[in-house]
């Protein structure tokens, strides 16, 4: 997975993230629009034959956009870690 920077503002960010595809973008998006500090989040795959997307994201004015996105990033990383403890759970 490589990440590349498309634009970058105090409340908006827009990354090209390549090796990815819908699964990763609508999981981002989906979380994103989920932060009470998002404004606007969506994310599209700019062709069909390329496994990259760009992912866009603009939060509250005075809100760092960065932490935000760490902070959607940590949410994810948790609820999949608590769906593997699950699931190792219920297959033993």
Known sequence: MEIEVLTK??????????????????????????????VYASYRVPHPLREEIEFVITVQEGTDVGEVLREIVGGIKRELSDFKSAVEASIK
Do not use: F, Q, Y
Not at 13 to 22: C, F, N, S
């Open 9 to 38: 503002t105090s409340n908006h960010l827009a990354i090209k993230i390549k090796g990815e595809d819908h699964t990763l973008g609508n999981l981002l998006m989906k979380e994103a629009l989920r932060h009470p500090k998002v």
